[in-house]
């Protein structure tokens, strides 16, 4: 299934919503009360349900995909997509250096190491920097003047995980998403990189969730980012250090993965940083994310900066 959480105007409350025919957003809670079968109104409790939800809910989908009940469906273009998980429960998980030329490219401009990295470089994201799709990215020019983009792959964690086998791991897995990991390389203080990566906004996510039953291997992904249509990255996932069972293995032996959880997986060469000259975003610039199969996020820089 290809989940999102959207708004069917301004003023509507968020709901689950599930996408069939590619044009159509079924609202899963009015769905289930319509065929007798309830269901929940939220990405975090619809994930809580366990795989067997995925699993009932997409065979009812098709079960009434020629006859769905009068109102539970609205056109695509009708509605507003937020992140589909508004706000997560916990930090966001980042790892940091998992493509070898982005490992490059960051120690030549970064104060990062050229050796490619024994194990996962784990860092997080507070729940404050999710947005949406078309949702703006803050620009507070006294805090940066270094706001640099990254694009990754999102792993939405399905079941409770503890010290979990990479052989297992993606069995754990609820679905995979696009992020765009922004960072002010300006802000990172003694090494750390919260601050730098952690401010709001920072964690455009979206458009949908695409289920791990429909997405079986995130290992051959082709993703990209363009800022004012001008391509910055391409490249594709099999070309991570740490691929999502190493990540979850890894993870999951000292800290427990819970549903909901989300992991950004790192992002390939082309980043801003990098760059020479370097190059950052800045107010009006449009960033265009994607990954495949999955979609593209489009979010705008604006500017946040306090008038005196």
């Known amino acids: 299934m290809r989940l999102v959480t959207f708004r069917s105007d301004v003023s509507a409350p968020a709901r689950l919503g599930a ?46 995909s020629d006859q769905l009940p009068l109102g539970v469906a609205v056109p695509l273009g009708n509605v507003k997509l937020l992140a ?4 997560p429960r916990k930090n966001i998980f980042g790892i940091g250096l998992n493509y070898v030329e982005h490992v490059a490219e960051s120690s030549r401009t970064l104060d990062t190491s050229k050796e490619l990295p024994k194990e996962p470089v784990i860092f ?10 078309g949702d703006a990215i803050e620009h507070n020019k006294n805090i940066t003047q270094q706001m640099d983009w990254e694009v990754e792959l999102a792993v939405i964690m399905g079941s409770r995980a503890k010290g979990v ?6 069995n754990y897995v609820f679905g995979y998403s696009v992020m765009l990991d922004v960072s002010a390389r300006d802000c990172r203080r003694a090494g750390q990189w919260i601050y730098s990566k952690g401010q ?18 995130p290992h051959n992904l082709n993703l990209s980012l363009t800022v004012n249509g001008v391509t ?50 800045w107010p009006g610039d449009v960033v265009e994310t ?15 900066t306090p008038t005196k």
Not at 32 to 46: E, K, R, Y
Not at 84 to 87: E, F, G, H, L, S
Not at 165 to 170: F, G, P, Q, R, V
Request: net charge negative; no cysteine.
């Open 232 to 281: 910055k990255q391409s490249s594709n996932t099999k070309h991570m250090l740490f691929n999502v069972n190493h990540l979850i293995a890894d993870i999951s032996a000292g800290i427990t993965l819970e549903p909901g959880d989300i992991i950004a997986t790192g992002t390939p060469e082309g980043v801003g940083a990098g760059r020479d000259p370097q190059e950052w975003m």
């Open 19 to 64: 996408i069939v025919k590619n044009d159509l957003v079924v609202d899963l809670f009015e769905f289930g009360l319509a065929i007798g079968q309830p269901l929940p109104d939220n990405m975090l409790d619809f994930i809580d349900m366990g795989p067997s939800a995925v699993t009932a809910t997409s065979h009812l989908l098709k079960e009434y």
């Open 84 to 87: 589909p998980i508004p706000r």
């Open 165 to 170: 086998s990479k052989e297992d791991a993606l």
């Open 200 to 217: 709001d906004t920072f964690a455009p996510f979206g458009p949908v969730i695409v289920t791990a039953d429909e997405l079986v291997d």
């Open 290 to 304: 994607t990954v495949e199969g999955i979609g593209t996020l489009r979010n705008y820089i604006v500017d946040v």
């Open 124 to 133: 997080s994201k507070p729940p404050t920097t999710v947005v949406g799709p």
